[in-house]
């Protein structure tokens, strides 16, 4: 049984588009990467799988459950923290997060004060006087806080400096570890492939492709960069090279198919430098995005 | 019904209570102290109005009101109350859910394991709450004020009570219908315009219906489904208007519950 099962789910709100005909599924203690950019459809699967909408075809199941018919059921177990949050202004912290934590059961108090340490998160301020940053710490720890077995993170590091992410992407990986399932939407890249396992490619409200974040980065590209004098972009004019690009004395390309056919060429040159890596998530889905 | 939700309602609401019910405490306590005055020259008063035109004073309410008798006085001043109440409950009702939409929370307080179907129910139950709290202190100001300020003068207790009664269930109306129009619009960006003008609106209609008595406006509006002038002239309700009120009432929250269950919460930004 998959933790997460979409099959054909399709939006519309009136006649403007939100997703069409997606399916994926998660499967149980996987971290899934949700990528693509803004307006493709991230936070419409979200809402759809929330019940905060409702899909005009197509079925999602979360649990094995029905989203339209058994949405209270399925959000006993799920944590949700939207890419913007907004909470009752009047409020102070602990009150917001005693309210949260009140509808699951259970004590939640330890959990309450572990997080909001490690978040660095002071629980009697009001919410009206938060920063935008600290805001979204009341909601990562208000939707860690009844320990869920499925995490929604719709674009959660926005707003978090580099040293909170740090912290976040730590406690996410530690929710991991004890078997949570992460639903992790973003335009980030990098931060995708510093968590995922997983990765499902949105554009313009459909599935572009789901695929292994290994297999995408291996089975692909390699970015190549040869560093010699007189070079001429000519020289690598070869079957599987793209994206050839000169600039100051070096030559930039990626490449793909039988790397030693790049090596023999660049062995017949006296080269100053020659790196060979994997492109980054970035690169690749480049290609999707154009 | 969650415990945790009416709770929350309930605070949040609290100081709106207050303070309608502070507003409906005094419009009645010190409107009525000037019952003797009025009771006293009651000749004099009667004459004025009378050179007012028919329609004049039917706009007012004043056609079928002795404002020489405790209750007729009431009655008049009771008029301003249910404008108080229809603009209170008003507000309840077209702020119920659409709060949560425009303030941004309905994310937080959908995801949880909650239906909506319970979300609405706590929330309606503390609203109905609220508007009990303000009724009970309309009933104690109304009781003290006319038993401090009516002299010798005697009164029907039941007219009284049926008079107040009338005020919760005018209450409903408006709870229900602004709770209506709050899930068919797209979205309710400050409650207060909706509030006022319902409620003005609907008495707005109920004087014109008053000035031309012959156009049927009085199906329409709930403050001629329970005009206090007829309250006390017949001592009973206009029994098919009221069960038009409270059948709307009804109706609007039902198909509520329909609309919510089935509504998108749009996403913020």
């Known amino acids: 049984m998959s933790i997460i099962d979409v099959t054909n789910l399709t939006k519309y709100y009136g006649k403007s588009r939100g997703i069409v005909d997606v399916s994926f599924q998660v499967e149980e203690g996987e971290i899934f990467g949700f990528i693509g950019p803004n307006g493709a459809g991230k936070s419409t699967t979200i809402r759809l799988l929330l ?16 989203v339209v018919t058994q949405g209270p059921e399925i959000r006993r177990n799920i944590g949700y923290l939207p890419s913007e949050v907004y909470y009752y202004e009047g409020m102070k912290v602990i009150d917001l997060l005693r309210y949260s934590a009140s509808f699951f059961p259970g004590d939640f108090t330890k959990r309450m004060h572990e997080l909001s340490e490690i978040m660095e998160l002071e629980l009697n301020r009001r919410i009206s006087d938060l920063s935008y940053g600290n805001k979204k710490k009341v909601g990562i720890v208000q939707g860690l806080l009844h320990s869920p077995r499925l ?23 530690e929710e991991n570890a004890r078997g949570v399932t992460v639903f992790f939407s973003s335009h980030i890249l990098g931060e995708v492939q510093r968590l995922c396992t997983r990765v499902g490619i949105i554009r313009e409200g459909r599935m572009a492709e789901i695929s292994d974040i290994r297999s995408l980065q291996q089975n692909n590209y390699k970015k190549v960069r040869v560093m010699a004098e007189g070079l001429d972009a000519d020289l ?12 100051d004395g070096s030559l930039n390309f990626f490449f793909k198919g039988d790397i030693n056919l790049v090596l023999q060429k660049i062995g017949g040159m006296r080269v100053e430098d020659v790196t060979i890596e994997e492109p980054t998530l970035e690169e690749i889905f480049m290609h999707y995005y154009e | 019904m969650n415990t945790n939700i009416f709770r929350h309602e309930l605070r949040s609401r609290f100081k709106s209570v207050m303070v309608w019910s502070l507003a409906v405490l005094l419009l009645v306590v010190l409107f009525f102290g000037f019952f003797q005055g009025f009771a006293d020259e009651a000749d004099l ?23 020489a008798s405790v209750l007729g006085f009431y009655g008049f001043i009771f008029i301003f109350v249910q404008l108080c109440l229809a603009i209170q409950a008003g507000n309840y009702g077209f702020g119920l859910v659409s709060i949560e939409e425009s303030e941004l929370t309905a994310d937080f307080l959908l995801t ?132 038009l009120s409270v059948g709307v009432a009804i109706i609007s929250i039902t198909l509520s519950y329909w609309l919510y269950n089935r509504r998108d919460v749009p996403a913020v930004s």
């Open chain 1, 151 to 173: 995490l929604f993170l719709d674009e959660p590091t926005a707003g978090l400096d580099p040293l909170m992410q740090r912290k976040f992407f730590n406690l996410i990986r």
């Open chain 1, 236 to 247: 690598f004019q070869i079957p599987g090279v793209t994206n050839i690009q000169v600039e």
């Open chain 1, 51 to 66: 019940s905060l909408i409702h899909p005009t075809s197509g079925s999602a199941r979360v649990f094995d459950l029905d």
């Open chain 2, 45 to 67: 008063m009667n004459q004025m109005l009378e050179k007012f035109p028919r329609e004049m004073r039917a706009a007012f309410g004043l056609d079928n009101l002795d404002l």
């Open chain 2, 112 to 243: 949880k394991p909650v239906s909506r179907t319970a979300v609405m129910t706590s929330k309606l139950v503390a609203a109905v709450t609220g508007l009990i709290l303000t009724n009970l202190v309309l009933w104690v100001g109304s009781f003290l004020a006319i038993t401090g300020f009516r002299g010798e003068r005697e009164y029907e207790l039941k007219t009284l009570i049926l008079i107040l009664v009338s005020g919760f269930l005018f209450q409903m109306f408006f709870l229900g219908v602004g709770l209506l129009i709050s899930l068919l619009v797209k979205r309710v960006r400050s409650v207060t315009p909706y509030g006022l003008g319902l409620g003005f609106g609907m008495y707005v209609l109920s004087a014109f219906s008053g000035m031309f008595s012959d156009v049927k406006l009085e199906i329409l509006t709930p403050f001629k489904h329970f005009d206090p002038g007829y309250i006390i002239q017949n001592n009973a309700f206009d029994a098919p208007l009221v069960m």
